[in-house]
T-cell receptor, first 119, second 111 residues
């Protein structure tokens, strides 16, 4: 299994340009999400999906769009890039564990990230 | 919005020393995870704790979930240079699949 893959690894954009960050997973996980990581702020949730055809907003959704046409793929689109979107972007997929006698819990698996610079 | 705080923010120690890092919140989480992240890579899951008071050990790493499920700690015994990295805690809200992350503790273990 490749796990969670992301492309590209690095990207430089000019203000106003658009682009799509690709994310794919081969673990048949229903849940996928996109985070951005900025210094000193941890990871913040941008958008997430609980299954094909279903997406929802996270903490910082403005300026980003997502779609989920298949279980495997969850692309993130920047419609008109701004310098404030300079960040490292991580895609994750997760699986919910349900075991007898314990509360359900989820485990996330992250991709290697995309470092985006907007000039 | 539930918030997670981590302390210390930075920690630099010598190989062989012990250390503890903390993850705190005023909110209750249904589960809490610890990750380690190395430069240029994504976070890698170390452990998930679910039950208040739960203690899990992973070789030299000991994880504890607070009784009230609001805080957690990570203790490393006899730290090694390979333990160097950013340690992140993340709490799950209401048994859902959305997590809130702390800002991380950056650990440097010097040989």
């Amino acid at each position: 299994n490749a796990g969670v893959t992301q492309t590209p690894k690095f990207q430089v954009l000019k203000t106003g340009q658009s682009m799509t960050l690709q994310c794919a997973q081969d673990m048949n996980h229903e849940y996928m999400s996109w985070y951005r990581q900025d210094p000193g702020m941890g990871l913040r949730l941008i958008h997430y999906s609980v299954g094909a055809g279903i997406t929802d907003q996270g903490e910082v959704p403005n300026g980003y769009n997502v779609s989920r046409s298949t279980t495997e793929d969850f692309p993130l689109r920047l419609l008109s890039a701004a310098p404030s979107q300079t960040s490292v972007y991580f895609c994750a997929s997760s699986y919910q564990f349900r075991t007898s006698g314990r509360s359900p819990y989820n485990e996330q698996f992250f991709g290697p990230g995309t470092r985006l610079t907007v000039l | 919005t539930q918030l997670l705080e981590q302390s210390p923010q930075f920690l630099s120690i010598q190989e062989g020393e012990n250390l503890t890092v903390y993850c705190n919140s005023s909110s209750v989480f249904s589960s809490l995870q610890w990750y380690r992240q190395e430069p240029g890579e994504g976070p890698v899951l170390l452990v998930t704790v679910v039950t208040g008071g739960e203690v899990k050990k992973l070789k030299r790493l000991t994880f504890q979930f607070g009784d009230a499920r609001k805080d957690s700690s990570l203790h490393i015994t006899a730290a090694q240079p390979g333990d160097t990295g950013l340690y992140l805690c993340a709490g799950a809200e209401d048994y859902g699949q959305n997590f809130v992350f702390g800002p991380g503790t950056r650990l440097s273990v010097l040989p």
